[in-house]
């Protein structure tokens, strides 16, 4: 099965997260299909905390894909903040 999550990078204590699309059977940080979108949970500032590529996530939640339970939350985050 494909699905939408987050992989995670960063440094210790400092985490930054990728949002990619991948096969479940992967590992969490491991091969992936598509990056599309990040976020940084620590940006501070004129930082930018998330970015998601809509409708690369829309393209592949049509042909199949599920979504993680957080980046659910974060693609309806992004999706308000445009509107």
């Known amino acids: 099965m494909v699905v939408i999550r987050l992989s995670r990078g960063g ?3 400092r985490p930054f997260y990728n949002i ?3 096969n479940s059977q992967n590992r969490r940080d491991g091969r992936f299909i598509e990056k599309v979108g990040f976020y940084n ?3 501070s500032g ?3 905390s998330l970015r998601v590529a809509v409708d690369r996530v829309t393209h592949w939640v049509g042909v199949g ?3 993680s339970p957080t980046v659910t939350r974060l693609v ?4 308000k903040a445009t509107v």
């Open 46 to 48: 004129a930082a930018e």
């Open 11 to 13: 440094s210790k204590r």
């Open 20 to 22: 990619v699309v991948a």
């Open 41 to 43: 949970p620590v940006a």
């Open 76 to 79: 309806d985050q992004a999706k």
């Open 65 to 67: 894909a599920q979504l």
